[in-house]
């Protein structure tokens, strides 16, 4: 019988195959090794491949696309919903097949190679400035430990790496100075790859005519605006700016029932990495606006209201709202009259 479905379970070394014919009939359940995947494939005529959108499942659904395969990406948590009993590979791949036919699943847009080695210059980035502060906390912490404090900020820790590269400096004993040149020199390499992938997301922004126009949002930033660009390449995938901001997390959580509606915290869904990139862009806008408040009546009326924080996620969709509204109709921002003007 002719294959027509397949759900593939996939793994770092052990793949699991569901594939069914036309009469929805299992006809093939089977494990395959890495190696073996894409000869798998390329005997059988083109069907249609359910995946679930977690790690490599881009790469594989590029290659099978190559041998003429449809393809479909789908949110883990939406497939979690139709695995029968116990969770194992054979009853995670008949789920994925299950699911992928499903006229309200919703797909993930596979991405190219190109647009993950744009997004993986914002992952380095975010590693090393992690690892950027895990240094300065541990240069800080270990000269408190001697009685050296310094203030908060940078020239805080520029006072402190000249007193670590003073080596007349009495009050550090040898070995303590000897561990904290390493985490000086160690912090030195990270700030210049810091540098690195800065300058190329800068240029990468340049070329980009999308990037450019989020970048005129207020808050949004080259960062912001690279990071948008990369990530949502086909805005259509969004019915509106509503939609897109929930994608993000940041509309309430619902918990609703009998007609009551309760609403609770941010849901936190979607992409982490912007969802924090609009929320601290929010608060740099916040304080602008604390010092400007006649050019910020919208904001100047809701702080007086709600906390800071609050305001600051609700500036963090607005701002989400009008990204997609850019990306989806083009042209850049304009910001709203005064009432006053």
Not at 51 to 71: F, N, Q, S
Not at 112 to 123: F, I, K, T, V, Y
Not at 205 to 211: D, G
Not at 268 to 274: A, C, E, I, T, V
Request: hydrophobic share 45%.
């Amino acid at each position: 019988m002719q294959i027509t479905t397949i759900g593939l379970d996939i793994a770092k070394n052990v793949f699991q195959v569901h594939g069914i014919d036309a009469a929805e009939k299992a006809v093939v359940r089977k494990q395959l090794r890495r190696g073996q995947v894409l000869k798998f494939f390329s005997s059988l005529p083109p069907c249609l491949i359910g995946m679930e959108a977690c790690a490599t499942a881009h790469y594989w659904a590029r290659e099978l696309t190559k041998l003429g395969h449809e393809v479909r990406l789908m949110p883990a948590k939406d497939v979690k919903a139709y695995v029968k009993r116990n969770k194992n590979d054979a009853a995670d791949a008949e789920a994925i097949c299950e699911a992928v036919r499903r006229p309200t699943m919703r797909f993930v847009r596979v991405k190219s190679a190109e647009q993950q080695g744009g997004l993986m210059q914002h992952r380095t980035r975010d590693l090393l400035i992690r690892q950027r502060t895990q240094v300065i906390n541990a240069l800080r912490a270990h000269l408190a430990e001697l009685g050296i404090v310094a203030a908060q900020g940078r020239e805080g820790l520029k006072d402190l790496l000249k007193i670590i590269a003073d080596e007349k400096d009495a009050r550090l004993p040898i070995d303590a100075r000897a561990s904290l040149i390493v985490l000086a020199a160690q912090l030195q390499a990270l700030q210049t790859m810091i540098g690195s992938i800065e300058r190329r997301l800068l240029v990468q922004h340049r070329a980009n005519e999308p990037s450019k126009r989020l970048e005129s949002v207020p808050g949004i930033g080259i960062i912001g605006a690279s990071a948008i660009a990369a990530t949502v390449t086909d805005p259509n995938v969004f019915r509106s700016g509503r939609d897109f901001a929930a994608w993000v997390g940041l509309v309430p959580r619902q918990d609703s029932t009998g007609g009551k509606q309760k609403l609770g915290p941010i849901s936190k869904q979607g992409d982490r990495y912007l969802r924090r990139i609009l929320v601290v862009g929010a608060h740099s806008v916040l304080w602008r606006a604390k010092k400007n408040p006649e050019k910020y009546p919208w904001l100047t009326q809701l702080l007086a209201r709600r906390p800071f924080k609050v305001v600051a996620i609700a500036l963090a969709n607005k701002m989400a709202r009008i990204a997609w509204a850019l990306l989806a109709r083009g042209g850049i921002y304009r910001a709203p009259r005064l009432a006053a003007a």
